[in-house]
């Protein structure tokens, strides 16, 4: 099995034998299972040996990574992938480009994290900070880090523009004029971009092939995953640098030093060591699944209610939908904004993309309906259903509730109820990890 590449809320690593235990108890080893909010790809690749995988996710990130680690690939593709395809020409070129148009910041950064050394505090390390808070991003310029004095057009709003107008356009600068500090390092953001760069054009210039293109950019999210500055390890929240009292009598200056710490040995990471670590991982642990898997990217409802479904022998959903008002897109829109590479318009300091998606199963007024017609849609295809549901107080949706809709849906005699306790992150929340109850409710179709 392929380590998991995205770090996922709600990610049920812990319970995945209790659901394919289950999913295995009511589906026999020829039908098929759909994983109908597929995230991380977790469940789905858990599955993967025993029944044809379908899985759904509108983030096209989650696609992409879908297409990599669930779809069927041969030997050929799997042996073809190479490094030295994606660090040749295309990326090189890439890559020298922004070199010389970051030469000065790039230089200022190197310089900085060799002076840092192990010393988190004292005066390099507050040159750090002040380039780390003072970084230009796109429509950001005004009183930023004097290092970058001479580039500053380039995050211009103008200049944004053309691109997004093109987003082809050479140089890819997507990631340095978005994303640099604080969730990269300005270096990094040029590794991204170039390695991009590299990828699209193997694909536009016929070089490899879509499902070599889908596993190169799923190795490339990989590393985001690994780098990233921020709070809880997602993408939602960019982490701050905490200020030390000045006689170091504050009991909280050793987390804030560790803080310091995490950020400065993330900074220093070489991406194109952890794009090849994963490259040989998936080489010698990739196993293909059934040859007719295959990755959707649309609305649940949408997908249950087109006529994709109907000769692909779907015996069971698994369904696992976000149950709070935290709007997933809002900790994923990094690896989203990767996969689309469309220099979106974005708000805020954490530098949201503002065309980001809501789900309505995150809208109180909208969830129970939106649970309903799934379940009726998935009972009239005479799909049976495994529901994941943890019951927590940010619920929007009670276990009452769902046990009710489903009740309905499927009748009280096909509807059995099993619950599983286990330590939750209960993020953003204090205390931090919880006893929770999962409940898996198994629908039979009749």
Do not use: W
Not at 204 to 221: D, G, M, P, Q, V
Not at 319 to 342: C, G, K, M, Q
């Amino acid at each position: 099995m392929v380590e998991i590449l995205i770090r996922y809320l709600g990610i049920k690593t812990k319970l995945l034998t209790y659901i394919r235990d289950e999913i295995n108890r009511i589906t026999s080893p020829d039908e098929g299972v759909l994983d109908l909010f597929a995230g991380s790809n977790s469940v789905a690749q858990f599955l993967l040996q025993d029944h044809p995988i379908f899985t759904n996710d509108y983030q096209k990130y989650s696609e992409t990574v879908s297409k990599a680690l669930i779809e069927f690939h041969d030997k050929k593709i799997v042996d073809s992938l190479s490094v030295e395809k994606v660090f040749g020409a295309y990326y090189l070129n890439n890559k020298n480009k922004l070199l010389e148009i970051f030469e000065k910041p790039l230089t200022f950064e190197r310089e900085i994290l060799n002076k840092i050394g192990t010393d988190y505090k004292g005066s390099n390390f507050e040159d750090f900070i002040d380039f780390f808070n003072n970084s230009p991003y796109v429509g950001h310029i005004d009183n930023k880090h004097k290092s970058f004095a001479d580039c500053l057009s380039y995050f211009d709003e103008k200049n944004i523009k053309s691109y997004r107008d093109n987003n082809n356009k050479f140089p890819y600068l997507l990631f340095s004029t978005f994303f640099n500090n604080p969730y990269f390092s300005l270096l990094q953001c040029v590794e991204i971009d170039s390695i991009k760069y590299s990828i699209d054009t193997l694909f536009t210039k016929n070089e490899i092939s879509e499902a070599e293109y889908n596993i190169y950019i799923s190795f490339l999210i990989y590393t985001l995953n690994l780098i990233v500055i921020s709070v809880g390890d997602h993408f939602a929240q960019p982490q701050k640098i905490k200020e030390l009292s000045p006689d170091s009598s504050n009991p909280r200056d050793k987390i804030y030093l560790r803080e310091r710490k995490k950020i400065i040995t993330k900074k220093r990471i070489d991406i194109t060591e952890l794009f090849y670590e994963k490259l040989v991982e998936f080489k010698n642990n990739y196993k293909a699944g059934n040859k007719n898997n295959k990755a959707f990217s649309m609305n649940a409802l949408d997908l249950l209610q087109s006529n994709l479904l109907d000769n692909l022998m779907i015996k069971t959903v698994y369904i696992d939908p976000p149950y709070t008002n935290a709007h997933y897109s809002r900790f994923y829109h990094i690896p989203e904004t990767l996969t689309l590479y469309d220099y979106p318009k974005i708000e805020f300091f954490g530098r949201y993309r503002t065309d980001r998606y809501q789900s309505n199963f995150c809208i109180k007024t909208q969830a129970y309906g939106e649970f309903k017609t799934m379940l009726e849609l998935c009972n009239n295809k005479h799909m049976n259903t495994v529901i994941s549901y943890s019951n927590t107080e940010q619920c929007i949706l009670k276990i009452d509730d769902l046990i009710q809709i489903c009740n309905s849906a499927y009748g009280n005699e096909n509807v059995t109820i099993n619950n599983i306790e286990h330590l939750y992150r209960n993020f953003g929340q204090k205390p931090n990890k919880i006893f929770a109850k999962e409940y898996l409710i198994t629908c039979i179709a009749r």
